[in-house]
């Protein structure tokens, strides 16, 4: 990696990444957090597909969430799933020599530093777990077709272009047999931030209830009154907090076939479920924060 790509890759990082809750952390005025939304939001409605999926109201006629699907290609039944839930399953979603593919990066991640496959740097543990070891590798999209496909036209129709992800291998393994304790950020329901936010995860493997499942909030991704009282006012962003007892939705558990991809709307509430036994769960996440970013936000 050169040094243009270093000083970009850092740039988009941590000074241009989408807005997160740092300033939320910094400032507990509510005059100053009202200012620092507005201004934020109001770039966002300006954008026209932000409208339909985080603005607009909810359509309580399109209740499936989970769909198979054999052609790679999302239709419009799916999209207007996401935008009424927050979340999207599609099951069989990438073709069997792909899925091997994936398979053999995450027995890497299992295996003892032998690390051959086309990481961005040396996969390492994160330290986030106390209770579940994990380990995380970072690599290319252009690597999967199928899943470049699918992140292609998230993309396109999300954020209203192409947008190349973050690509995250995780893999977690609780190695005792009590329950873990809660994580915040993790474990506990939260939200990542108050503006429109999108992950893809993609799993070769069954997930399980023991496999601690993500969690998700039905709808609470919606961008209104509601939602922008609570980040005025909150202090912990999480379901720990007063004010989230507001969001009064159904809450999805999402347990999954293999070879499953799903879609989430971040800026709702969500959660990895606790472990509970000796089990593992090994996921691919893709995230756009970094090159979809402020800079995109003030210049549209």
């Known amino acids: 990696m050169n040094l243009i790509t270093k000083t970009k890759n850092y740039l988009n990082r941590r ?3 989408t ?27 300006k954008k026209k597909s932000f409208q339909k999926y985080f603005f607009q109201k909810i359509n309580n006629k399109n209740s499936q969430i989970s769909y198979d699907n054999n052609d790679y290609v999302i239709n419009q039944d799916m999209l207007d799933s996401l935008s009424n839930n927050g979340l999207l399953i599609i099951k069989n979603a990438l073709p069997e020599n792909e ?35 994990e ?22 129709e999300i954020y209203g272009k192409i947008v190349e992800p973050t690509v995250e ?3 977690l393994k609780q190695d005792n047999d ?28 069954e997930i399980t209830i023991n496999d601690a499942p993500l969690e998700y909030v039905l709808s609470s991704h919606k961008i209104n009154d509601n939602f922008i009282d609570f980040y005025l006012e909150t202090r912990n962003y999480d379901e720990t907090d007063k004010l989230f007892k507001n969001f009064n939705f159904e809450k999805k558990v999402v347990c999954v076939p293999q070879n499953s991809l799903y879609v989430a ?8 479920s606790q472990f509970n036994n000796l089990s593992e769960r090994s996921l691919v996440f893709l995230q756009y924060v970094e090159r979809f970013n402020k800079i995109d936000y003030l210049f549209w």
């Open 15 to 17: 000074i241009f990444r």
């Open 19 to 45: 807005p997160g809750v740092e300033f939320f952390d910094n400032n507990k005025d509510i005059n100053a957090r009202k200012k620092y939304i507005n201004f934020w939001l109001n770039r966002s409605r």
């Open 99 to 133: 899925k091997n593919k994936i398979i053999e990066y995450f027995d890497e991640l299992k295996g003892n530093n032998q690390y051959g496959k086309n990481w961005i740097n040396k996969p390492h543990n994160p330290g986030f777990f106390k209770e579940v070891n």
């Open 135 to 156: 380990i995380m590798g970072k690599t290319y999209i252009k690597n999967f077709e199928y899943l470049n496909y699918y992140s292609k036209q998230f993309s396109k």
């Open 169 to 171: 291998l995780r893999y």
């Open 178 to 205: 009590s329950k873990e304790s809660k994580v915040k950020g993790a474990t506990y329901l939260h939200t990542d931030r108050f503006l429109p936010h999108v992950k893809i995860y993609y799993t070769p493997y």
């Open 265 to 272: 709307f971040t800026n709702g509430f969500h959660k990895r």
